[in-house]
């Protein structure tokens, strides 16, 4: 598991899980913009890795918490590209 990771953390656990699977990713240049890039196969191992990730009491979070939150952090996200980058043609100018 990776030193940053916080297992009791729901929004945590999910976005990290959604980020490794490449269900999505960070823009790499505006790291507040979270894009939408795996198919459902990739949101479906999101989840599965999820469930598998121990809070620190060892218990895991269950799958209805885990479906709402990856459902809405997915809802949240930009689909395919980041709007900011397209609003500025160069983002490194
Ligand atoms: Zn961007």
Known sequence: MPADLHPDD???VVRNALETTRATMVCPFH???II????DAAE???FER???IPKSDGSTWGGQALR???RRQLGA???GRCPKCDAAPDPRA
Do not use: F, N, Q, Y
């Not at 939408?36 to 198919?39: A, F, I």
């Open 10 to 12: 729901l929004t945590h």
């Open 44 to 46: 479906g191992h999101a």
């Open 77 to 79: 996200a930009t689909d």
């Open 68 to 70: 709402d939150e990856i």
């Open 31 to 33: 790291d507040d913009v």
């Open 50 to 52: 999820a469930k598998r």
């Open 36 to 39: 939408r890039v795996g198919d």
